[in-house]
């Protein structure tokens, strides 16, 4: 599967944004999705997942500020972005597991397609 990721940019504390990952090629609905961020010198972690029968699991320190997403129709998986916070800067990725119809996963390893990462700066 091919990904790409849109809707980063420059934002204020405090502001919003809407990050879409769109899909093509193997039957996208059927994976669970993954995004992830990683800031220059440190380790990309986890964000947020949502299966492919839309359970969600949140890291902790965006639970209650993001808000993941998909629309099968469409292909692509939103990540929205609320209460955006200086600490929330990097470069946001999503990524699909690498077997389908599978539940929650928030291991890096486990993901197996990548997109080429969108950058998400917010301003104090």
């Known amino acids: 599967v091919q990904l790409a990721e849109s809707g980063g940019g420059l934002v204020q504390a405090g502001g919003s944004l809407r990050l879409s990952c769109a899909g093509s090629g193997r039957s996208f609905g059927a994976y669970t999705v993954g995004w992830f961020r990683q800031v220059p010198g440190q380790e990309r972690e986890f964000v947020a997942v949502i299966t492919w029968n839309s359970d969600t699991d949140y890291a902790a320190a965006v639970k209650g500020r993001f808000t993941i997403s998909r629309d099968n129709a469409e292909n692509t998986v939103y990540l929205q972005m609320d209460s955006l916070k200086p600490e929330d800067t990097a470069v946001y990725y999503c990524?699909?597991?690498?077997?389908?119809?599978?539940?929650?996963?928030?291991?890096?390893?486990?993901?197996?397609?990548w997109g080429q990462g969108t950058r998400v700066t917010v301003s104090s």
């Open positions: 990524a699909t597991h690498a077997i389908p119809l599978l539940g929650i996963s928030t291991t890096l390893a486990d993901f197996d397609s």
